[in-house]
C-alpha cells in the first residue's frame, strides 16, 4: 500500500460524457502528479501539482483539466470523451518535486464505450 | 520532445538466468528512475541514480547511469519467478517532469 488512494477503481461511460477521477496524496506530500496508461501510449505524464499551484504540464489534452485543493487532495476532470480516452489513470505523489520518489495509486480504469 | 527507447521489450527467460535491460535516450537526463509494475497495481520505485557512472545494487538487480546520463541498464542476476513485471525506466529533466520508456516486459519461467 503506498498511502496514495484513488476513487473510483474503475468507472465506465459513455463517448461525450465527463467524469472526475480523485486522488488522495500520502500523508506529507505536496505534490501530485496524473499520469495516463494505456497499451499503445505507455505511461504518459499529464499534469504535476505542488501545494496547489500547476507546477508542469505534460501532454495533457485541452479536453482535461485538472486542480488541487487546499487539503492537497487532486481531481482531474476528463470531458468530452472518445474511445481513445480508455485509459488506466494513475496518481502519484511525492514529498516535494518530480525527483524525489513518486509514489503510485492503485490507478483508475477508464473504459469509453 | 525527450524520448526514453527500452529494450528489449519483451523478455522470456527461465529461472536463474540473467538478463539486462537497457534505457537510452539522447536527452540529457538530472536523474533517471526504475519502476516495477505488476498488473493492476501502479509502478513502484525501485531506484534512483544520479550521478553519470552510478552504480547502485539492491539484492540482485543492478542498475548503472551512463556517464553522460543519457542512458542506463538494469542486470537482474539468476532471475526468480517473483521478478515477473513490467520494468520501466524514467528520466527526470531538468525543470521536474518525468518521462517514461515504453517499459519491458519480464517473464521468468520457473
Known amino acids: 500500500d503506498s498511502g496514495v488512494t484513488q476513487t473510483p477503481k474503475h468507472l465506465i461511460t459513455a463517448t461525450g460524457q465527463r467524469v472526475t477521477l480523485r486522488c488522495s496524496p500520502r500523508?506529507?506530500?505536496?505534490?501530485v502528479y496524473w499520469y495516463q496508461q494505456s497499451l499503445d501510449q505507455g505511461l504518459q505524464f499529464l499534469i504535476q501539482y505542488y501545494n496547489g499551484e500547476e507546477r508542469a504540464k505534460g501532454n495533457i489534452l485541452e479536453r482535461f483539466s485538472a486542480q488541487q485543493f487546499p487539503d492537497l487532495h487532486s481531481e482531474l476532470n476528463l470531458s468530452s470523451l472518445e474511445l481513445g480516452d480508455s485509459a488506466l489513470y494513475f496518481c502519484?505523489?511525492?514529498?516535494?518535486?518530480?525527483?524525489?520518489?513518486?509514489?503510485f495509486g492503485p490507478g483508475t480504469r477508464l473504459t469509453v464505450t | 520532445t525527450q524520448l526514453l527507447e527500452q529494450s528489449p521489450q519483451f523478455l522470456s527467460i527461465q529461472e536463474g538466468e540473467n538478463l539486462t535491460v537497457y534505457c537510452n535516450s539522447s536527452s540529457v537526463f538530472s536523474s533517471l528512475q526504475w519502476y516495477r509494475q505488476e498488473p493492476g497495481e501502479g509502478p513502484v520505485l525501485l531506484v534512483t541514480v544520479v550521478t553519470g557512472g552510478e552504480v547502485k545494487k539492491l539484492k540482485r538487480l543492478t542498475f548503472q547511469f551512463g556517464d553522460a546520463r543519457k542512458d542506463s541498464s538494469l542486470h537482474i542476476t539468476a532471475a526468480q519467478p517473483g521478478d515477473t513485471g513490467l520494468y520501466l525506466c524514467?528520466?527526470?529533466?531538468?525543470?521536474?517532469?518525468?518521462?517514461f520508456g515504453q517499459g519491458t516486459i519480464l517473464t521468468v519461467h520457473p
Open positions: 500523508s506529507g506530500d505536496l505534490s
Open positions: 524514467a528520466g527526470v529533466t531538468s525543470y521536474g517532469k518525468l518521462t
Open positions: 502519484a505523489s511525492s514529498v516535494a518535486g518530480a525527483d524525489y520518489e513518486q509514489y
